[in-house]
């Protein structure tokens, strides 16, 4: 593959702007890589295992001369990174970001854009839960999905390079309205790991009357369950705050079913846990038998749902 941007630059040398300059090298699509974090730690890391080409200390001297930045902070502090480098934009170039929630990311990024600047939010839905600059790996895209959505008027040219760099980086890539992502992702994401997050906690609770028998023993079904229950605890915090309103209407569905289920077992009806299973297990044996990737959210579905009435 050729290179689409002669010069990249990196804000935040994490799992995610880590794992792109992994998979940016391994295809060439990059004339140059240039990022910088805050702390000297990380870059002191990212300098010593060679992450990047260059290893600069201000978000300034990262992006000069950059066609494409690519913001990858945690989503609480877009804004204020956004105003960082906004006057030192090379003019022409584009402005990606990875964040987990869409929104909230360009209402704190929109003020700060000057004209001429081509933003286009992103976010690969890719991840482990491990973070820092040693954590990234140039596999972590491959045939995952990257969900762009460029604001109505973005310069068609611009969006298309930045998809042919995240195909060259192994992933599909998919076009979304935000309102619409911030939806899919609380059902598919964020929900998942505060409730993930809750299941670590409750147990740690009854560590303290069950002599840490609960963890030394748990099952596999907890720690599959639980494993996104080691991610990063700013970045989550960050994500909830967000997306505070979508997370809340999927949380309330949440437990009216969790009560629903709560009651079946308090009065014995076996009909109603069964009945609910069922449904349940087809559906996602239903993703499986199709052949599609199960870790992928169905869009179709959940984007009726949006609209429609519960369920
Ligand atoms: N971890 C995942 O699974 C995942 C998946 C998809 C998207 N994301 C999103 O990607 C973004 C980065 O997440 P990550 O997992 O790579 O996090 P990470 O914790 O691994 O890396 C974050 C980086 O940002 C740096 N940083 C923090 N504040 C900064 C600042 N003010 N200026 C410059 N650098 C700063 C940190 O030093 C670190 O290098 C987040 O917005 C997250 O929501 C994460
Ligand atoms: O696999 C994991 O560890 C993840 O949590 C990855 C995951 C997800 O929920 O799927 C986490 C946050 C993102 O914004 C995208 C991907």
Not at 35 to 46: D, L, P, V, Y
Not at 158 to 187: F, I, Q, S
Request: one cysteine or more.
């Amino acid at each position: 593959m050729s290179v689409i941007y002669a010069r990249v630059a990196l804000i935040g040398l994490g799992l995610i702007a880590g794992s792109m300059a992994h998979a940016m090298r391994r295809a060439g699509l990059a004339g140059e890589i240039v990022g910088t974090a805050r702390s000297a730690e990380t870059r002191k890391i990212a300098g010593e295992i060679g992450l990047c080409d260059r290893v600069v200390d201000t978000t300034a001297e990262a992006v000069r001369d950059a066609d494409l930045v690519v913001l990858a902070v945690p989503v609480g502090i877009m804004g204020a990174v956004a105003a960082e480098i906004a006057p030192h934009l090379a003019p022409g170039a584009t402005l990606t970001d990875v964040g987990s929630v869409k929104q909230d990311v360009i209402a704190q990024v929109g003020p700060h854009l000057t004209d001429g600047i081509h933003f286009i939010p992103g976010h690969p839905l890719a991840g482990t839960e491990h973070s820092g600059p040693r954590s990234g790996f140039a596999e972590l895209f491959d045939n995952r999905y990257v969900l762009l959505t460029p604001p109505e008027g973005t310069d068609p040219s611009a969006t298309a390079k930045l998809r042919a760099l995240w195909e060259g980086c192994g992933a599909n890539v998919e076009e979304m309205d935000p309102d619409h992502h911030d939806l899919v992702l609380a059902v598919t994401s964020h929900t998942p790991h505060l409730i993930a997050y809750t299941m670590v906690g409750v147990a740690d609770d009854l560590r303290r009357v069950t002599d840490s028998e609960v963890i030394k023993y748990s099952a596999a079904g907890f720690r599959d369950f639980t494993r996104i229950a080691a991610s990063d605890p700013t970045m989550w915090r960050d994500v909830f705050l967000s997306n505070k309103e979508a997370t809340l209407e999927i949380l309330g569905r949440f437990t009216e079913e969790l009560f629903a289920l709560q009651r079946a077992i308090r009065t014995g009806d076996g009909d109603h846990l069964h009945a609910y299973f069922t449904r349940t297990r087809a559906i996602r044996r239903g993703n499986i038998e199709a052949g599609q990737d199960t870790d992928a959210p169905d869009f179709g579905r959940i984007g009726q749902r949006k609209d429609g009435p519960a369920e």
